[in-house]
C-alpha cells in the first residue's frame, strides 16, 4: 500500500428534507451568493422555490446564473465569473448533477484568477483562494459532490478537459435522494454507468496489495449491479436512489484512491474527446468505451485483476485468469447494455471520421494510462474497436 | 437508509515514516503538549526517541505521561489532567494503542471540566470544549484514531465504560504500519478480533436497504479474514499490517455507521464487564462473547441477516436463511479459535462466580442491543452459554 494522506474536507448532508440544515452551513462560509443551476428541472420538481424560500428567509444576497448544460462549457464558466466579481459574491451554490457542480467549480477558481478560467484546464494556471462552494445534489453520477475536480468543455475548440484542487472540494452537499426521483431512464442508466466507471478507473492500477481498496471497490460495483436494474423500473424507490446516490459519493471522494497509484484514467481520458466532438451523455460515452478499453489493455501481466474483478463481482467460477477475466468483461459490457446504454459507436449514431483526431487530442499531454501506456495510435485503435 | 451527517474531522497521514510531517499538524493546534504513551514499546521501537527529536526541532514543549495501561484507568486520566493543568498544556500527543488514545481523549475531555472526569462515563457531565488531540497509532485495533470514542476502566469500583463526542476526534493521526511489526501474536490478533467485532457491531442492526454499508462492512470484514492468519506468521509484512491497519481505522470512524442504526452494541457492553471484573484482553474477551451473542440473538426475524455474512464472507452456501446463519456463526467462532483467541471463559481462565452481577452491571442504564434487546437475565444466560 502507498503513503497516503485523507481527510474529507466536504460535511455530507444526506436524507429527505437536509436541504433545510443547510443556511447554517452557508452563514459559516459567506453571505453574498451565486445561485446556479441548469435548466427548469429543478423548478419542476419544487427545488428551486424551496431554496430561494430558504435564501430569502435567511436574508441572504443572492445572484443567479441558469442555464449550465450538460458538458458545461468555459462560456457558462465566464459569465459565472464575471456576475460574482460585478456583484461582489463570495459563496456559490450549485444546485443540480454534476455539470452544474462542475461549473461552479471553474468559476470559483476564476474569480480571484487574473488570467482566462480556460487555463487552468490547459494546466496554464493552478487553483489559488478560490470561492468557497456548498451544493445541492440532483443526479447521482460524477462524484463530483465531494472532491475537487471539474471537468469543462470547450465551445470553440471542442475540447473536454479536466481540472482539479483539493481547495475546491464543496464545503458542503446535500444529498436528498428524493430529487432523483424525476430522472429519467437514460441519465439514471448513464449515471449509474459514470459511477462504474470511476470504480473501474480507480480499481484498475498496475499494482498488488491494495486488499482493503478492493474490497470497497467491488462493495460499491454490486451496490450499482444491485439497485441500477431496479431504478429503471422503480424511479421513485427511496432505497435504491439512496444507495445509488451514496455509492456515487463514495466512488470518487478519495476513498477507494486512498493508498494507491490514483487511477487509470484512460477511458475518461477517450470518453472526453467523444463527448467533446459528439456531445453525447457522459456516461453513454463510457459505456461505449470502458469495455473496448478492457478488452484492449488485457494481457497477461494485468489479467489477474480483471479475473478478480469477473470472481468477486460478477461471481464467474473460471480458475484460469484469462479466460475468466474476458469473462467479467463481457458481463461489464452485458450490464451496460441492459441498462440502456449504447456499448458501440454505432449505437450512439458516432461516425468514423475523427477517430484518428481524437486519439491524437487525448494524449496532448503525453500518453495517458496505466494498465498499458496508450499513444494515440493506442486511443484510435480502442475506438476503432468499439465501431 | 437514515438520515445521516458525513464528515471525518481527522486527518489522517498513512505509511512508513509519516510520522515527520506530523509537527506543521500539531503547531496548526497547540503549542505546550502533553506527551502521553504507556509502557516502554515505543522506546524499544525508536518512536520515542523519534517524537522527542522532533518535537524539539521545532522547540515545541512538552510534559510526559507515560505509564497508561491497557484498560486505561481514570487515574491515569486524573493524573493526566492534573499535568495538563499544572503546565498549561494546549494539546495532547497521544503515542500507542487505543488504551493511550482513549486515556487522551478522557484528559482532553477532564482538562476544562471542574468535576471528575468518571463523570463523563457515568453521563452525568457532556465533554465541552476538550483539548485537541493528535495520535500516533502502534496497534491496529480500536479505530479510536479515526473517531471520538473513548473506553475507561475504574479499578476502584471494576467498572469499565464508554464515553463519546464528536469533538473529541483527533485533528491528526500518524498510521504507520511499521510501528505495529513488534506487536506479539496475542495483541495481533486481539486486535483483528476487536477489529472484526466492530464490524459486526455496526453490521447487524435491525433494518434492511442498507445495501451499501453491508458491502464495505463485508469487504472490511474480507480483509482481515485474509491477512490476520497471515500476520501470526509474518508480523513483518507490511502489506498485511498496511491493510489491517487501514481497515481497522475504516471500521470505526463512521463510514459503516452513516445512514444507519449506529450499531446494536450489546457484545461490547458485555465484554467490558468481562475485562472490567478479570482484566482480560479486549479482542480476547470480544473472541469468548461476540459468538455466544450471535448464537442467542439468533431468530427467525434476523436469520436473513447471519445468513447473509455467512454467504458473503464465508462463502456459505446453504439456501436455508437459519441453517446458513448457524453456519456462519460457526465459522465466526471457529476462525477467531484458529487466531488463538479463546473462544469459552474456561479457555480465558474465567469462572462463573461473577455472571449474574455482570448481567446487572452490563444493563445499569437499561436493556443493551438492538438485534435483541437484552435485560440482565439475557446478558447473563449468554456469559453462561460460553462457560
Redesign the interface.
Known amino acids: 500500500?502507498?503513503?497516503?494522506?485523507?481527510?474529507?474536507a466536504?460535511?455530507?448532508?444526506?436524507?429527505?428534507?437536509?436541504v433545510n440544515?443547510m443556511t447554517p452551513e452557508i452563514l459559516a462560509s459567506g453571505s453574498r451568493i451565486l445561485l446556479a443551476y441548469g435548466g427548469g428541472s429543478i423548478k419542476k420538481i419544487g427545488l428551486y422555490d424551496k431554496v430561494v424560500e430558504l435564501l430569502n428567509a435567511n436574508d441572504i444576497f443572492f445572484v443567479e446564473l441558469s442555464g449550465i448544460q450538460p458538458n458545461p462549457r468555459i462560456s457558462s464558466v465566464r459569465e459565472g465569473v464575471e456576475l460574482c466579481r460585478k456583484h461582489k459574491l463570495d459563496f456559490i451554490l450549485a444546485v443540480g448533477g454534476g455539470s452544474v457542480l462542475d461549473c461552479c467549480k471553474a468559476i470559483a477558481a476564476g474569480v480571484p484568477y487574473q488570467g482566462d478560467p480556460w487555463d487552468f484546464m490547459m494546466m496554464k494556471a493552478t487553483v489559488q483562494e478560490p470561492l468557497p462552494i456548498g451544493t445541492i445534489l440532483t443526479l447521482a453520477a460524477t462524484g463530483s459532490e465531494m472532491n475537487g475536480n471539474a471537468v469543462i468543455s470547450n465551445e470553440e475548440t471542442l475540447e473536454k478537459r479536466a481540472m482539479g484542487s483539493q481547495l475546491l472540494r464543496p464545503v458542503f452537499s446535500v444529498l436528498d435522494?428524493t430529487y432523483t426521483f424525476t430522472v429519467d431512464k437514460w441519465n439514471t442508466a448513464a449515471g449509474v454507468t459514470d459511477i462504474m466507471s470511476h470504480i473501474f478507473e480507480l480499481y484498475f492500477t498496475p499494482e498488488?496489495?491494495?486488499?482493503?481498496q478492493d474490497?470497497?471497490a467491488?462493495?460499491?460495483l454490486?451496490?450499482c449491479i444491485?439497485?441500477g436494474p431496479i431504478l429503471l423500473e422503480q424511479p421513485n424507490n427511496?432505497?435504491a436512489r439512496?444507495?445509488i446516490m451514496?455509492?456515487s459519493t463514495?466512488a470518487l471522494n478519495g476513498?477507494l484512491a486512498?493508498?494507491k497509484i490514483p487511477g487509470d484514467w484512460a477511458t475518461h481520458g477517450i470518453e472526453h474527446e467523444l463527448s467533446a466532438i459528439y456531445d453525447i451523455t457522459h456516461g453513454a460515452g463510457l459505456a461505449i468505451v470502458h469495455p473496448a478499453w478492457m478488452e484492449y489493455v488485457l494481457d497477461e501481466n494485468n489479467a489477474w485483476k480483471f479475473a478478480q474483478l469477473a470472481r468477486n463481482v460478477w461471481g464467474v467460477k473460471d480458475e484460469v485468469d484469462m479466460s475468466a477475466a474476458r469473462k467479467g468483461i463481457a458481463a461489464v459490457k452485458q450490464f451496460f447494455s441492459s441498462l440502456g446504454m449504447p456499448v458501440s459507436l454505432k449505437e450512439a449514431d458516432i461516425d468514423d471520421l475523427h477517430l484518428t483526431e481524437m486519439g491524437k487530442k487525448a494524449c496532448l499531454f503525453g500518453s495517458i494510462g496505466l494498465m498499458k501506456k496508450l499513444n494515440p495510435e493506442d486511443v484510435t485503435a480502442i475506438l476503432t474497436s468499439a465501431i
Open positions: 500500500m502507498r503513503n497516503f494522506n485523507f481527510d474529507t466536504t460535511r455530507i448532508l444526506f436524507g429527505k428534507g437536509k440544515e435522494p498488488k496489495g491494495t486488499h482493503v474490497m470497497l467491488e462493495g460499491l454490486k451496490t444491485h439497485y427511496y432505497e439512496a444507495n451514496w455509492a463514495l476513498l486512498a493508498g
